[in-house]
T-cell receptor, first 116, second 114 residues
Framework: GAVVSQHPSRVICKSGTSVKIECRSL??????MFWYRQFPKQSLMLMATSNEGSKATYEQGVEKDKFLINHASLTLSTLTVTSAHPEDSSFYIC????????????FGPGTRLLVL | AQSVTQLGSHVSVSEGALVLLRCNYS??????LFWYVQYPNQGLQLLLK??????LVKGINGFEAEFKKSETSFHLTKPSAHMSDAAEYFCAVSGGYNFNKFYFGSGTKLNVKP
């Protein structure tokens, strides 16, 4: 149980284009999902908390207009990187909580984004 | 405020040797503590967690960790390393009013020598 998937696993795009990454909870409903960014050889940095049916909460320093988050259903959250630039190249990982107040986050396999 | 410090960005052990990965936390409220493992180009897999029950927590793949409040530590151990244990390990803390947030340590890369 508690499986989280991400799609795509890897994406290469041209500078200036937008890229959408999907995060799905496969066997549970997730009222809260989280988006992280991980640079090479570094730890995870929380970008935003995605709540179903409401606006995402962004961490300080994360551009809301750059990283659009939509949590339209209890099993799907999407992260759209708008007008991507090479510096947006990174490993993006989502996670989800099984219960509204569950203490554990279950992580997806991650999406490698390369912007040329 | 909460934070996590992982001592040693790289740890190398021989196969069959004891694995000890260190994690110290800072929290103004009773914490929840987690250890996750990450294999290359993959997401994080939960190894074990402490949520204010037993202080010695057993996880998957033979790992265990002990919560020591007096030392603000939550070190991860495994009696005998296996080659498949080579990966990066992250300690995380959450809790208190900001229950959503996980604060991750910087990670420890474990190398297992044959």
């Amino acid at each position: 149980g508690a499986v989280v998937s991400q799609h795509p696993s890897r994406v290469i795009c041209k500078s200036g284009t937008s890229v959408k990454i999907e995060c799905r909870s496969l066997d549970f409903q997730a009222t809260t999902m989280f988006w992280y960014r991980q640079f090479p050889k570094q730890s995870l940095m929380l970008m935003a908390t995605s709540n179903e049916g409401s606006k995402a909460t962004y961490e300080q320093g994360v551009e809301k207009d750059k990283f659009l988050i939509n949590h339209a259903s209890l099993t799907l959250s999407t992260l759209t990187v708008t007008s991507a630039h090479p510096e947006d190249s990174s490993f993006y990982i989502c996670s989800a909580r099984v219960q509204p107040h569950g203490e554990t986050q279950y992580f997806g396999p991650g999406t490698r984004l390369l912007v040329l | 405020a909460q934070s996590v410090t992982q001592l040693g960005s790289h740890v190398s052990v021989s196969e069959g040797a004891l694995v000890l990965l260190r994690c110290n936390y800072s929290s103004s409220v009773p914490p929840y503590l987690f250890w996750y493992v990450q294999y290359p180009n993959q997401g994080l897999q939960l190894l074990l967690k402490y949520t204010s029950a037993a202080t010695l927590v057993k996880g998957i793949n033979g790992f265990e960790a002990e919560f020591k409040k007096s030392e603000t530590s939550f070190h991860l151990t495994k009696p005998s390393a296996h080659m498949s244990d080579a990966a990066e390990y992250f300690c995380a803390v959450s809790g208190g009013y900001n229950f959503n947030k996980f604060y991750f340590g910087s990670g420890t890369k474990l190398n297992v020598k044959p």
